[in-house]
């Protein structure tokens, strides 16, 4: 009938397009290999830019084809005019602009431009920033604009002040965007430095700031970024490093220090030692694996210990350790632990701004009972504020988040097995040499640098998994009691040469082979293994390997 | 136009409303042979949107269109039917604009250049369109830099261009942009020689002659009624669906407004999540209790618990019940829910649910707008239709049609010309009412339209459109209002606004005045020279022009009318289209029970072209009006196609 439709069957469409495929096909392998004739003569005309364009504007990730056109480039401006010059990097801009368009994630046209803006006289870095700003538009967490955006920031000398604004803006539109508040977190601190810290941000600033996340987590509590950028803001003050303690031995010469935080043995170039107050350069030697290492030890000269009094000395920066030797064997000196021990490590912000956070958390927990990242945050912030006031607050709190977070069971009793830890070594001192941590639920053992001068470890009737942890740390430990635990491995307990009282009883092991890095602890006399699941014969085996060793497991 | 038509029609539609031009492209895409008659010379009757000289125009005179017959039928003698026939009079619906009135407030020359004392102006109430009124300098120094709306409009227009070329009105291709640029370049001048001046010695009027506003006349789009589309409603599913969406434009509703009681600014209502977090008027507090709410509403029905006790009760009382304080109540009932204070609980929570199932699908709004204004919604229809075969005319309408006695059914229209052409089925919207016919008012909407010289309320974003909801204060019924700034295409330099309102009650014209004006701080008397250095933040916008009409929804009892004839209803005045948009599709099932409404129309390389041409060319008679009124713009819009493809 005149004028009525007729559309074209399926079958006819696909052939259309099959044969349009076809002929792109032939046309674009033609373009290649007219390309790569030109690559290998290195024949860099106006013809060879026209056939690589065809080609990227089909498939922009094809780098060969970009390296071609930076060396064309390159050729050209030994040969080309300015003018000439400046018209082929503006058009390269412009075409590269339509590539993004259509690739805004390729990662050879940002390169390509991040060339042509390097290499061509007088880019306007201006309109690159606009560009930016139209791209993150269309996809505020691309995050290869966002390096290009710092690229181009860090060649104009932009203003910090100017890009706060822009990832303001985007933060109103859409504050779901970690892009924007790391790139805030980054640019704040260069704007309103805090007086002491150059790497955190001005009290008046972090208020401001703290009403701006708090905006956001109020809006939906649910959204991770501004709960990530409200810990950044609460700051996570960083450790000094100091001595912790220093153990002298004559039985076998050795002088152990052990660092808050681990050091190369570049740092230890800093511990200086003295002997009756007179310098002694020592070689250092960590006592585990690693570049970086807790524990350090050298050396002590025989001849100058033998009689007398000695004081040994070690400093390092503004810290130092003394010991006495008065005829003893062995002496050791700690650091006095309190409750300020491990505070700085999860603030440094100022204890009113805690407080405040921590009042409008509890509102927030009110409006929205079992929330995971509010509560997670009260324990963070009361942990900061007076972990011993709000000792049982943390403690049901991370009990509640066990059941409202499920997945992360496991993540939450470790959090609560560290503060368990942290508390202990704050209230007990260290020169008792012996630590008990016996039915505390501790589902992992951490802050092994605090424990290295201790000879006795009761880790029984806890929830320790496995023993994996570097115990060798605790080079001077004696006695471990790890039992009515459900431990299923302990490769932790390997070198442990002071070792002689090992109890296992009640455990989950179920192999000899698991059993096999106490075989490396030369000074055990008795171990025990009651009531876990090794098979007779593995404990055959056993007696076997270690003769000399009292073997208890029935 | 007065050739003959083919006289023999499957479906013959009078009248081009946008449930009429609906259902007409919904016929010729399935092949129904369609005539669409409008007894106008422009497209959409009700729906329609007109430039500044054909609204004066209409509003002067709505009925001004030839009649072949006078409106009793006293002629039908001049027809002939034969003895078991009956001819029914078709008669134009002279009751849907009433009480309409319109003026422009600006001073008419610079006759006057001596600075006069006497600076209190007089408003020419009754109908005048101009305000005689002294000038306190020179017209050439009209320019405050930067804060006039001038240069600020020079501005606005120096950006739009590079963001959005598909919206430059260059790509109507009408000539007129020509004239634009050059326009834009000579303010752009002035603008720039003006900023040089010295801005606190100068005395400056800050309007507009009269002639220079009337200069302007084709760029305003001004709809008769204003609506927005809800982004998840029924006419944006439609224009997806069935690809007539690549007739036309949007804009998002960039804000909503409202009044708050006892507060004097318009205040931004947060309803989305990016609101709600960058909003200041409420504390963090109110912020966890408003994005709660909007959790539950967004899927309300898999939460019965949350609302069961409420079910009896209004909405407002489980707004209480929920700790929201009474500015959030306020928010929630009257700008997002947009239900009123007796409102049942689940009538809130469904009117709730259906704004945030819209928010967010294009942009941080649930609101898209129509550039150049809704009358392009109908026409994109009819040219629709045209393109499937549809047969337009225009300032050609049905004087009547004639019914068959025995079978009670009509078969055949005739025309102003006096041809009778057959019809299987007879559609009429709702400025047509057969004669004999139960007619009743249903209710009436006080619309009026003002162009004003800057925004309701200054931000820092430029703003594309506003919704405004201004609730019910001191006996005044609720009124909402649209603002549409310069890049909507329908105004030039100056915002315009349509407010519309209910009338339940008949109340006095004035206080409606009142109520809107003071709520927004409009004011047209304060057209007269100003000091410069005035604060712009909190400068009240100034109403330019204005106009006034109460529209009157007509029912038809169809009942009493053969089964072949459908009559269809007007904009009446809810806010969205789907009420419309159901009209259409209930009224084509009944046509073609069992076919599809509005399926994808093929794209271009789908379609066979064997007789050497191309369909889309092929249009016997464009549909496209003949002024400015409206130009069809053929860009596809993008965000409306995106998401189909989804």
Known sequence: MHGRLKVKTTAVQEEEKRIKRQKKLKLFQGALAAAFKKIHSKEYDPEGLYITQEILAANSDYYTIWNYRKNAFLHFKNTKTSDELLKCFQDELSFLQNCLKNNPKSYSCWNQRCFVLLTMSDPDWKKELQLCDLFLQFDDRNFHCWDYRRFVVQHSAVLPGEEIQFTHKLIENNFSNYSSWHYRSKLLPIECPDASDKNRIGEKMLLEELEL????????????????????????????????????????????????KPASIKDCSRLNVYINDNPHVVVWKGCNQGKYQHVWQSDLPKKDLFSGENKIKVEFGSSELMVEMTGQDEAISCIQTNTETFRQSSSDAKLSVLTEE?????????LEPGNKWVMLTLVLLMRAIDPTHYSSQVHD???????VDGMRQCYYQDLMSKFVIEDHIAA????????????????????FEFFSTITSLNLSHNQLHSLNSPFKLLHCLQKLDVSENEIVEISGLKDLTKLVLLNLDSNKISSLKTLEPVTTCAALQKISVKSNRIPLEDIDSLLQILPNVEIVYE | MNEALPDDFDVIIIGTGLPAAVVSGALSRVDKKVLHLDRNDYYGGSWSSFNIKSVETFLQNPYDSAEYLNKDGEETSNIEVSEDEEFVPILQNKNFITKAEYSCYLKRSEKNEEPAQSSSPCVDTCQSDVVEQSCASKPDDSLKSGETPISEEVQKREESPKVENCNDPATQGDGDSVEKEKELTQELDKAKTKEKVDVSEVVKPRFPLSEDFYKQWRHYNLDLSPKVMFSRGLLVELLIQSNVSRYLEFRNVTRTLTFLDGSKELQRVPCSRADVFSSKFVSVVEKRILMRLFTLCANYKDHEQEYQNFREKTFIEFLASRRLSLKAQHFVLYSIAMVSETTSTLDGLAATHKFLHSLGRYGNSAFLWPSYGVGEIPQAFCRFSAVFGGTFCLRRYAVGFIKDKTTGRCTAIVDNTGQKIRCGTLILDDLNLPHGANTTSTSSVDRAIYVIDSTVSKSDAEQEVSLVTIPPMCDNPAVRLIEAGPLCCVCPKNNYYCTKKNCEKQPKKLPFKKNVK???????????????????????????WSCHFTMTDTNTDNSTLPPNVITLQGPRMDLGFDRAMNEAREVFLRICPGEDFLPRAPDPEEIVFDEGYNTENNDTISPTPEDGGGDYVEEEEEDLNEPAAE
Do not use: M
Request: with cysteine; aromatic share 6%.
């Open chain 1, 397 to 403: 709190t991370l009990h509640e988040l066990c059941t």
């Open chain 2, 518 to 544: 003071n709520c927004l701080n409009l004011d047209e008397t304060n057209i007269k020279p100003e000091v410069g250095g005035e604060d712009s933040q909190s400068r009240k916008p100034v109403i330019l």
């Open chain 1, 213 to 260: 996340v708090q905006n956001a987590f109020f809006t939906d509590p649910n959204d991770q970024s501004a709960w990530f950028y409200h810990r950044w803001l609460l700051g996570r003050g960083e450790t000094k490093q100091s001595l912790l303690s220093l153990h002298v031995s004559l039985l076998d010469n050795k002088l152990t220090c052990t660092l808050r």
């Open chain 1, 358 to 366: 921590l009042k409008s958390c509890e509102e927030l927990n009110d």
């Open chain 1, 428 to 447: 007990v001192d260290l020169h008792q040499r012996c630590i008990d941590l016996h039915g505390k639920a501790l589902t992992r053992v951490c802050r």
